[in-house]
Every structure is written in structure tokens, then in C-alpha cells.
């Protein structure tokens, strides 16, 4: 697989371009390269690998941002149970148990994922 040495100077700019702007339009003008070449460079299996690969990368750093912040969130939900107004007190359970309850589903299915690889590599290996 290339790295991001591997790809030309105009590649690197708009892989860059891709990585900080919202859409394709704005890519492209920030690169200095028109739509077509993005997507060109997009179809482009090694280019749409470091492509992948880089933006896999800032979601991580975005996910890990977001666990540093949720200790915080959990604290102030776990003030508004205490809360005088009782509508603050039902909203803060109401965002809590759908939380858990999106959390507990999302567990599950992560461990059906594994028990199905776990099944497929045990198949694999016969």
C-alpha cells in the first residue's frame, strides 16, 4: 500500500484539501484543482487508500476528544438528577436510559461482529 510520501505533490494538496473541507466543490478550490481530478484521484485505489486510511486516523483523534469530554457530561447529567425543576429531573433520566440503551445495542451487536469473525476464521482455518 503507498503512503502519503508515495503520492505526487498536487496528490498531497488535495488529500489534504479532502481532509479539511466539507464537500468536494470546496476540496478542489482549495487544492487548485478542478472536481474531475479529485474524483480521479479518488477512483485511484492506492490514493483512496491513504485517503481512508488519514481520515480513519481524525476520526480516532475525534472519538478520543469526545470520551475525554463525556466524563464531563456524564457529571452535569448526574447534577440535573438533583435538580429542583422535576421536567430538568426527567429529562436527564430520559437522556440517560437512551444513551444506555443505544450503548447496551451497540455492545451487542459488536459482540455478534466478533462471534461471526471468530466462526469465519475458525472456518477458514479448516
Same mark, same amino acid.
Given at each position: 500500500?503507498? *503512503? #502519503? /510520501?508515495?503520492?505526487?505533490?498536487?496528490q498531497r494538496k488535495a488529500l489534504d484539501a479532502l481532509l479539511a473541507t466539507p464537500t468536494i466543490t470546496a476540496a478542489a478550490e482549495r487544492a487548485g484543482v478542478g472536481r474531475a481530478t479529485l474524483y480521479r484521484y479518488m477512483g485511484d485505489a492506492d490514493? !483512496?487508500?491513504v485517503y481512508r486510511e488519514e481520515r480513519a486516523? %481524525?476520526? &480516532? *483523534?475525534?472519538? !478520543? /476528544? $469526545?470520551q475525554k469530554l463525556s466524563i464531563g457530561a456524564v457529571s452535569v $447529567?448526574?447534577?440535573n438528577f438533583q435538580a429542583e425543576n422535576r421536567h430538568v *429531573? %426527567?429529562?436527564? !433520566?430520559?437522556t440517560a436510559l437512551e444513551f444506555m440503551?443505544? !450503548?447496551?445495542?451497540?455492545? &451487542?451487536?459488536?459482540? #455478534? $461482529?466478533?462471534?461471526l469473525e471468530?466462526?469465519?476464521?475458525d472456518e477458514q482455518s479448516c
Open positions: 500500500m503507498r *503512503q #502519503r /510520501g508515495d503520492l505526487s505533490e498536487r490514493f !483512496a487508500a486516523a %481524525l476520526v &480516532d *483523534q475525534a472519538v !478520543a /476528544g $469526545l $447529567l448526574e447534577r *429531573q %426527567l429529562r436527564a !433520566a430520559r440503551f443505544k !450503548a447496551t445495542e451497540l455492545y &451487542d451487536i459488536e459482540e #455478534r $461482529l466478533r462471534a471468530s466462526k469465519d476464521d
